[in-house]
């Protein structure tokens, strides 16, 4: 699987709306793009995926960039709730590897 | 519908004891995967099984052991334990098929200790 860059920790405000970015420029045509998320103490939890289109879904939007060598997940109104961390995988076929992933931190 | 059940939650072995970590999926899905995650690291594929009777490595194979004679169980085998396979575990599974669209469900996790 293609590689993806994503920043160690990020910081957020209780309402506010976070953009969490995803670097991956090998990227290749048949590559979904997950996103998802592990909160302490869990198994990771779906998010969202996509394509070459913008998604959206209840959790969250992704943005997919038109040359599609990045990305980014939106959450809306960040809440407490949403304090975990956040992984940006492709996935072109079942050997699907997740990297360390962005911790996001909710200041209330 | 209880989705991926892992059991047990939580193991102590002592060096060079085997054990079989346990998983169930009740989903029909084709698709099951054991990950580690060491701690403050993501997670590494270790095997996963596309269907019954078929299984295959993934980044961290060596030390473990898969098979899969139903479609609803992956068990996963330690034959002999080591200390650096101290670790949480964590089982997943998704319809298979060329469905890489489709989300992994993942267990709450084993949380292995090898002293």
């Known amino acids: 699987d293609a590689k993806t860059t994503q920043p160690n920790s990020m910081e957020s405000n209780e309402e506010e709306p976070v953009h969490l970015p995803c670097n991956h420029s090998?990227?290749?045509?048949?590559?979904?793009i997950h996103w998802y998320r592990q909160l302490p103490s869990q198994g990771p939890e779906y998010v969202i995926h996509g394509l070459t289109s913008n998604v959206n879904n209840r959790m969250a939007s992704l943005a997919i960039a038109e040359d599609r060598k990045s990305s980014t997940l939106i959450l809306h109104r960040a809440t407490l709730r949403d304090a975990a961390v956040y992984y940006c995988?492709?996935?072109?076929?079942?050997?699907?590897?997740f990297g360390a992933g962005t911790r996001l931190t909710v200041k209330p | 519908n209880a989705g991926v059940t892992q059991t047990p939650k939580f193991q102590v072995l002592k060096t060079g004891q085997s054990m079989t970590l346990q998983c169930a999926q009740d989903?029909?899905?084709?698709?099951m995967s054991w990950y580690r995650q060491d701690p403050g690291m993501g997670l590494r594929l270790i095997h996963y099984s596309v269907g019954a009777g078929i299984t295959d490595q993934g980044e961290v194979p060596n030390g473990y052991n898969v098979s899969r004679s139903t479609t609803e169980d992956f068990p996963l085998r330690l034959l002999s334990a080591a200390p650096s396979q101290t670790s949480v575990y964590f089982c997943a599974s998704n319809p298979a098929g060329g469905r890489v669209a489709s989300p992994l469900h993942f267990g709450n996790g084993t949380r292995l200790t090898v002293t």
């Open positions: 090998t990227i290749s045509g048949t590559d979904y």
């Open positions: 995988i492709l996935r072109r076929n079942n050997d699907m590897r």
């Open positions: 989903m029909n899905h084709e698709y």
